[in-house]
């Protein structure tokens, strides 16, 4: 367990990729919920304030109190806490743009079996800066290069997969999205990079301190994959300059 933040009204860890926040009907057979394994490793009870995706490590924030929790939730309604990714996508990105596109709510087939179908498509709003790019020689479809993006991502909303569903939407899909990507691609990296992963890597979470009043900033490093993967493409740079900007 990477705690990277405990003091008596918070703990935020490194979530893994493939970790699932808490139980879900979606993964029956799953064991090991990040929610359960922070409540068992601290010895309380902890409320969770947001999710990630099963396949998207780094920073997930619980509150060890309901009613901080409650004044928490506030922030995150009224987009006071703002969420930074680092994303790897396909092909040469814009230089920076603001994506406002509105999302119909994905619903599961299991989980939201009782769920309206029929909701008109919410808000959704995430801006991107490119980072750093790479050409390389690996034939890809009727190309004979692949060329990629590194990008900071910056959800002004949080719709489900709307990270993911945006960055379709652009044709720039993340590299390892089972879902909304594309396979050739994601293929490419398992073969000749052994990535086995969503290339995407929740980098960084501010709110304000509900009892302090501090504003905070908690970062959340790499697993060994995606930093094997940014020393490989030469963007070690680019990286570390995003942390320091942060």
């Known amino acids: ?103 119909k709510e994905e619903l599961d087939k299991i989980a939201d079996r009782k769920a309206r179908q029929d909701k008109a498509a919410q808000e959704a709003v995430t801006e991107y800066q490119r980072l750093a790019t790479i050409e390389l020689p690996y034939p890809v479809g009727r190309y004979q290069t692949a060329r990629y993006s590194l990008l900071k991502v910056m959800p002004r909303t949080g719709r489900k997969h709307q990270i993911r569903r945006h ?22 990296f398992r073969d000749k990079f052994d990535v086995h992963r969503l290339l995407l890597h929740a980098q960084a979470l501010s709110f304000t301190h509900p009892v302090e009043g501090r504003r905070m900033t908690i970062r959340a490093g790499l697993d060994d994959t995606m930093d094997k993967l940014i020393h490989e493409f030469g963007w070690l740079n680019s990286f570390t300059d995003l942390a320091a900007s942060d």
């Not at 993340?174 to 909304?180: A, K, L, M, N, S």
Request: charged residues 20%; glycine residues 6%; proline residues 4%.
């Open 167 to 188: 960055m379709k939407h652009i044709f720039h899909p993340i590299v390892g999205d089972t879902t909304h990507g594309d396979g050739k691609h994601n293929q490419l």
């Open 1 to 103: 367990m990477n705690i990277l933040f405990h003091d008596d009204y918070f703990v935020a860890i490194n979530k893994p990729s493939g970790l699932l926040v808490h139980r879900s009907e979606i993964d029956r057979h799953e064991t090991r919920f990040a929610l359960q394994m922070v409540r068992d490793h601290i010895g309380q009870r902890v409320f969770p304030l947001h999710r990630l995706d099963k396949p998207t490590s780094g920073v997930l924030l619980f509150s060890l109190q309901q009613d901080i929790a409650r004044k928490m939730m506030v922030q995150f309604v009224e987009n006071q806490v703002q969420k930074s990714y680092l994303a790897v996508v396909r092909g040469y990105s814009n230089e920076h743009e603001l994506i406002d596109y509105p999302l």
